[in-house]
């Protein structure tokens, strides 16, 4: 489960919607116990691809983001991005670039008029989806 406050979720909202036509991304951190996961500091970055269907999270700052996140005494719960046409799930570059199965991959679809937040658990290839509360 994935602890995720409406404001880490308006957030990345936020920041999905200033990036568009394009992906945007972001880390997800704060502390997990068990596999609760409450989701404390959302930290939006650049997407070097500036691309509708692609991300890579620029280098520098998820290096300064990393530090404030140690700094804080929190653990990196996660990543999200958006997909500004296609549907919240990830796309199957998404899940050959997942590397770690204990991160929650998050995703917002802007397709539809009402946004659609999900977040997914990868493993060995496949997706599934993760409980969101608040
Ligand atoms: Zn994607």
Redesign the pocket.
Known sequence: MLILPKAAQDQILAHARSGLPN?ACGLLAGLAQGDEKTVLGVYCLKNLDQSPEHFSMAPEDQFKAIQEIRKKGWALLGNF?S?PSTPSR??N??IRLAFDPSLSYV?VSLATAEPVLKSFLISKGLAAEEAIGQ
Request: charged share 40%; no cysteine.
């Open positions: 992906e991005h997909h990830p796309s570059e998404d995703i």
